[in-house]
């Protein structure tokens, strides 16, 4: 790049809608930080995932495993149950699931058969993850602030002070924050009356956005069917391959809209049914995709409820950084 600074050369690719993940990174040189972008997303192209047919296992999903596998929890044994539940969620010794979203598992590739209009079946493989919501719920319902999400546009869960609560995904219209007990803050205080562990979900490898690298799921696909950069372009990109296609865009609107963005050349109506009647291993149930889902927090009960929980956030906040400070964390 001799005539072109590295500045230039990414805004204007950027521009181009050149939004893979060549844009942020050239071998290991940086070209560009998430913050000279704005809002960061991703943009699944199920025209071309084919959930790595030949694989044990899609790349998207080991690549996501083996950056993340040093923040996977391990719970205290044995895990204590918490009132006023009579159970809990320990995936602890199913870690090696990679079919469905799990505290070990922050994405899978969920192969489901669609009719077309030619009335013919098709298979439609569909890489699932956090969407990373516009206005996420999750984020405004959690009384404790361990869900937040960042100025790059990523919905993150703070392990060390998440309770596992599970309010986050009471909101979500597609049940994605996975709960594990044995481990988190809750331990520490009364873990037979508060809390349920930590939530975990996918955090689109935010300190590697950081360092102007893409996720290390866009890194994996063989295909590139996944693609990344900067959130207002991809969604110009998906209109667009959905027009050259007749097909459809996902993400947009959903939950007040997204910063994942899908584009599929049958109906995610028809997505979305095919996942509902889907059984996994032996048991429906897996999210499914549901088309022009509204927020949660647009509900005015929802709405108190995340007024309500806020001075509580703030005092369980400064708890937390005097425990940090008593440990010596800080």
């Known amino acids: 790049m001799s ?24 071998g290991k040189e940086v070209l560009a930080s998430p913050s000279e972008i704005g809002q960061v ?49 320990d995936w602890s010794a199913k ?11 922050w994405t899978y590739v969920q192969k489901v058969t669609v009719p077309t209009a030619s009335t013919e079946e098709t298979d439609v ?47 979500c219209p597609w049940g994605i924050p996975a709960r594990q007990a044995g481990v988190g803050l809750y331990l520490h205080g009364a873990p037979k009356y508060a809390g349920g562990g930590v939530m975990y979900k996918c955090d689109l490898c935010i300190d590697r956005l950081r360092e102007g690298k893409a996720p290390a799921c866009v890194d994996a696909c063989p295909q ?12 110009e990109r998906a209109k667009a391959r959905a027009q050259e296609i007749n097909g459809y865009v996902y993400g947009e609107k959903e939950n007040g809209g997204t910063s994942t963005f899908y584009v599929s050349p049958v109906p995610f109506e028809s997505i979305h049914q ?23 927090m647009d509900q005015a009960n929802n709405m108190a409820k995340a007024a309500f929980f806020a001075p509580v956030a703030g005092m369980v906040a400064a708890a937390v950084a005097a425990y940090r400070t008593m440990k010596g964390d800080e």
Not at 3 to 26: D, E, M, P, Q
Not at 140 to 150: E, L, V, Y
């Open 95 to 105: 870690r090696e699931l990679t079919n469905r979203l799990t505290p070990y598992n």
């Open 125 to 171: 493989f569909v890489p699932r993850r956090c969407m990373h919501c516009e206005n996420p719920p999750c984020a405004h319902i959690c009384p404790f602030s361990a869900c937040t999400k960042t100025s790059e546009g990523v919905v993150v869960i703070d392990d060390k002070i998440c309770f596992g609560g599970a309010k986050c995904r009471d909101v």
């Open 224 to 235: 590139q069917a996944i693609l990344y950069g900067q959130k207002d372009a991809l969604l």
């Open 274 to 296: 095919a996942m509902v009647e889907q059984v996994v291993d032996g048991k429906p149930g897996l999210p499914a995709m549901p088309v022009g889902v509204g927020n949660a």
């Open 41 to 89: 997303g991703t943009l699944i192209d199920l025209t071309r995932c084919d959930g790595c047919a030949h694989e044990h296992t899609p790349q998207c999903v080991l690549a996501c495993r083996q950056k993340n596998q040093s923040r996977f929890p391990e719970p205290e044994k044995p895990i204590l149950d918490y009132w006023p539940h009579k159970n809990h969620e």
């Open 3 to 26: 005539t072109l600074n590295r500045r230039s050369f990414f805004k204007r690719t950027a521009l181009s809608g050149i939004v893979g993940a060549t844009v942020l990174t050239a």
